[in-house]
């Protein structure tokens, strides 16, 4: 007798074998059957309530005959879930409420229909390595299994040790995904909109690099790295107290030091070194860039290189408080009368006050009183030697005829953006050592939270463009990785450049042939240079919503399909997908857990509420128990 209790037991018994073929052939229990039209590329198939694949799910059809050259060989073909669609047909879209009710009250419905629409992946060749795209349509009728954990691992992972272990297959934890290194050697982006994870997911990157011997330097704006040396589940504890990380000692810190105003101090991020540039050692037009003089602004910038010119002439190691008063010398105005605090462009300080050189009041001493006129010749004081010149502005007599007095106009212009320099804190007698930061198997993070993006820029072109000669001398023996952090800012698209734009394109185009490559990580990529974007052959892309940002990734990469676009805002935090050279076929992978400790999470809002509720109240506590309270009087009542 066919009860209903059976009706309900045998498509669970059903699901639990379709499941347990899992992990072995897919000649278990079918899920579905093929219907329609199919095509090599996709084909749809019906399924059960009770058995049918989630989204994004893989399955696989067996036995598909496939042509190899002059044989035909069989092969499992493996395709993915794209679709589900449900109707009935007693309650199609052309039914009225009142209908409904009729056919549900009596009972006289058909079952639920399930569509699947699933999109091939392909076969593995003979070697096992390589993926074949299908030649071949699905024939309808055919039957469609749940594709087997063992044949997922051979399309998603590698060799342990010479991989980049990822994380899992969005729906089969049991399944490691692991990337080939090689994918790197065009560049990588890693794109996502903020709160998705992009930071830890690149912590993670870097960790397996690290492992594998990398040598890399990132360029970290806001303080995102600065704690990979600790175990994660130590994120809290100050560095001395804290475990460390396997890697640990391959991994350095340099910070600009902005002492007590960093995201995260030093107790917490353990030993690091200052990141400073030496002033002098920039040219006068980087100095202009890192001002954030316009770039059409000629004559302030003229202005700048001639006394940069000057100042070197007279071989002075200057900061930019002495190239700030030969500046107003040049000028005849009194250095204290310009505002420091506002430039043409509007640009934000950093209060913080520039360290003394050494030798900074003798130095300022000889740009001050720099030059004495004799008889029309310019004597160099505090050096002995004479030569001809035509005396400067501030020198006593009148003006000399050949001095431009536009140049004295544009001088004092340039001060408004040269004080403003005087606050940034990265400004010393030295520069960092290249060599320090390129040695085998090196991570080094250079912490730049707390900078101006004119400063963030310079650094990326210096290190870029060091790196680029030594690579086109031959002087590079390990291949270089550069993390370009918020790289939007460094290399915006359409008509706005930064100091930067220049070598990180010529590095995104040529750098691979010379071993330097870029792992580009930003937010907007419709903010960033398309010419670095299309070259980044390989992406990590996690949750984005954005319909421009969603466009520019579709413009640089060949491999990005509209479907796939459909899927990014679906996303959830620590899902990703895998496109490129780094994996055979694109990949949905929930990241796996990194060792580093995260320096890019966002603020508890909650836990900083009640902080600030805490402090309250303890003020309130303490104030009501060191204000004396006050008595009135009592008054008594007349006796009767």
């Not at 030969?326 to 505002?339: I, K, R, T």
């Not at 303890?618 to 009087?633: H, K, Q």
């Amino acid at each position: 007798m066919d009860t209903g209790q059976d009706r309900m037991t045998a498509p669970g018994i059903r699901k639990n074998e379709a499941l347990a073929s899992l992990g072995g052939s897919p000649q278990g229990v079918a899920i579905g059957y093929v219907t329609g039209e199919s095509t090599p590329a996709g084909f749809s198939f019906v399924s059960s309530q009770e058995l049918v694949p989630p989204r994004l799910e893989y399955v696989v059809v067996a036995g598909m005959r496939e042509r190899r050259g002059d044989t035909t060989v069989t092969v499992d073909l493996l395709a993915q879930v794209t679709n589900i669609t449900a109707d009935v047909i007693t309650l199609d879209d052309r039914i009225d409420f009142l209908g409904a009710e009729t056919v549900l009250n009596h009972r006289v419905t058909f079952p639920p229909r399930l569509r699947v629409e699933a999109a091939v992946v392909g076969y593995l060749d003979s070697d096992q390595q390589t993926v074949r795209a299908a030649r071949n349509a699905v024939l309808p009728g055919t039957r469609v299994h749940l594709a087997p954990d063992e044949l997922l691992r051979k399309f998603f992972s590698r060799t342990a040790g010479t991989s980049i272990t990822l994380g899992t297959l969005m729906n089969r934890q049991n399944v490691e995904v692991a990337l080939d290194p090689n994918g790197l050697s065009r560049h990588l982006a890693i794109i996502a909109q903020t709160g998705a994870g992009k930071s830890y997911l690149a912590g993670k990157v870097l960790e397996e690099l690290l492992n594998l011997g990398a040598t890399i330097v990132v360029l970290d704006p806001n303080s995102d790295y600065v704690q990979l040396r600790k175990l994660r589940e130590d994120e809290a504890v100050p560095y001395e107290h804290a475990r460390k990380a396997p890697n640990h000692d391959r991994i350095q810190l340099y910070r600009v030091p902005i002492a007590g105003r960093q995201r995260y101090p030093d107790d917490l991020c353990g030993p690091s070194s200052k990141y400073t540039i030496r002033f002098s050692g920039l040219d006068g037009e980087e100095i202009c860039d890192v001002a954030g003089v316009p770039s059409n602004a000629e004559r302030i910038r003229e202005a700048v290189v001639n006394a940069c010119i000057r100042l070197r002439r007279d071989r002075v190691d200057f900061n930019p408080r002495f190239l700030a008063q030969h500046l107003a010398d040049f000028a005849g105005v009194p250095l204290e009368d310009v505002d420091d605090h506002a430039a043409d462009n509007g640009a934000a300080t950093v209060a913080t006050r520039l360290p003394d050189f050494d030798d900074g009041a003798a130095q300022l001493e000889l740009i001050r009183a720099t030059d004495q006129v004799t008889n029309g010749t310019v004597t160099r004081r505090g050096r002995g030697d004479t030569q001809a010149g035509p005396p400067p502005p501030h020198a006593a007599g009148s003006k000399a005829a050949s001095v431009d007095d536009r140049e004295m106009v544009a001088a004092r212009s340039a001060l408004r953006y040269i004080r403003k320099l005087e606050k940034y804190p990265i400004w010393s007698q030295s520069t960092i050592d290249l060599n320090a930061i390129l040695k085998p198997m090196a991570l080094t993070v250079l912490d730049l939270a707390g900078t101006e993006k004119g400063v963030m820029a310079y650094t990326a072109e210096w290190l870029l463009s060091n790196l680029w000669q030594r690579a086109l001398g031959g002087e590079l023996t390990n291949p270089v990785f550069v993390v370009l952090e918020e790289a939007h800012n460094l290399v915006p698209g359409g008509r706005e450049t930064t100091r930067a734009s220049r070598i990180i394109n010529t590095v995104a185009s040529e750098g691979r042939k010379f071993g330097v490559f870029l792992i580009v990580v930003t937010q907007r990529p419709s903010k960033i240079s398309d010419d670095t974007l299309s070259q980044c052959a390989s992406q990590l892309i996690m949750r984005l919503t954005n319909p421009d940002d969603q466009k520019a990734i579709q413009r640089a990469s060949e491999v990005v399909s509209q479907a796939l676009l459909d899927d990014l805002p679906g996303l959830n935090q620590g899902e990703v997908v895998v496109l490129g050279r780094l994996t055979r076929v694109p990949a949905m992978v929930r990241v796996g857990g990194r060792i580093g400790a995260e320096g890019g999470a966002d603020i508890n809002l909650v836990e900083r509420f009640e902080r600030a509720r805490k402090e309250v109240e303890d003020e309130r506590f303490a104030s009501r128990r060191t204000t004396p309270r006050i008595v009135a009087p009592i008054k008594r009542q007349p006796l009767s």
